[in-house]
């Protein structure tokens, strides 16, 4: 088991972008989100049809959240997040989050572990 | 020349104003070098955040992120945040909604301390309503209770850092936010 951090992610910054940010300030090059929790301006899902789905809020409060953080062969991070919001009347929506279109609202806690391959 | 590729364009991304002054840092972090996993079952009979929080405290656990499992609860109470119409935050949360007796799928929660040091849990999770429909929201921890059988909770221990709300300032909300733990021991003699 590699280190695990902790991020408290402040209004308007993306949730995918961050995750990978986050990485990158801790010098992780591959990670799990380990818990997550917080709320989203408006929620957008990558739907089936390649085409996108937004929930609007403010706020949608994020319900669960599955992914992790790979580095890529051009040495770039890329965060996968899929995960459940659950919008200002409490009905639920999820899907796979699109990196730059899921800004945060108030706060957004996630805690990452970070991951050592064995042959990386 | 470069290369373009085409994408559908996506929904465009609110920028929300906040009422306060805005905070310098966007990604507040810490990370633990060593953290522990416990599996933790949640007494039936006890409210969730005793649940969690009385068995955690017994481990010496200061501050924790934790994945809870699916489970039987005798009443859940949870609310949604819509935006305040007074203006005072931009979104605030809605008095509690009663699901009853509600079936967990999955939740995320974080154990610290509040601002005057007592432990506390911040839970979201979506669930199954007395009624059968699945919603979701921020879970009132100290009002929902655990039903029949030990709900299976996994614990990822933050050691080393201390989780604590506090009043913030840009949000007008108080928030969780990652500090350097105190040492629990401090050497106050030494014996030569």
């Known amino acids: ?120 | 020349m470069s290369d373009f590729t085409t994408a559908p364009a996506l929904p465009r991304a609110r920028t929300l104003v906040h009422p306060g002054p805005v905070g310098p840092i966007r990604i507040e972090h810490r990370h633990a070098n060593q953290a522990r996993h416990f599996r933790l079952g949640m007494a039936p009979g006890k409210t969730m955040e005793d649940a969690i929080i009385q068995p955690l405290l017994a481990l010496g656990v200061q501050s924790a992120s934790m994945t809870l499992l699916g489970g039987k609860l005798e009443r859940l109470l949870y609310c949604v945040a819509p935006p305040d119409p007074t203006g005072e935050r931009v979104a605030n949360y809605t008095r509690p909604i009663d699901a009853g007796a509600a079936t967990l799928i999955f939740g995320n929660a974080t154990f610290g301390r509040s601002a005057r040091g007592e432990p506390v849990v911040h839970c979201h999770a979506t669930f199954v309503c007395a009624d059968g429909q699945v919603r979701g929201g921020h879970v009132v921890v100290d009002r929902s209770v655990v039903a029949g059988a030990p709900l299976p909770v996994l614990v990822t221990t933050l050691d080393g850092i201390e989780l604590r709300i506090t009043q913030d300032e840009e949000t007008h909300m108080p928030l969780m936010r990652p500090f350097a733990a105190a040492p629990m021991w401090e050497e106050t003699s030494r014996a030569i």
């Open chain 1, 1 to 120: 088991m590699g280190r695990v951090a902790y991020a408290r992610v402040a209004p308007n910054e993306d949730l995918v972008l961050s995750i990978e940010k986050l990485c990158v300030a801790e010098g992780f090059r591959h990670a799990f989100v380990r818990g997550a929790l917080g709320s989203l301006v408006d929620a957008c899902f990558l739907a089936p049809d390649g085409g996108t789905r937004q929930v609007r809020g403010p706020a949608v409060e994020i319900v669960s959240l599955a992914g992790e953080v790979r580095t890529q062969t051009d040495g770039s991070l890329r965060a996968a997040i899929t995960g459940i919001v659950a919008d200002t009347e409490g009905h639920v929506h999820g899907g796979p989050f699109v990196a730059g279109a899921n800004p945060v609202c108030v706060t957004f806690e996630v805690t990452l572990e970070e991951w050592l391959p064995a042959a990386a």
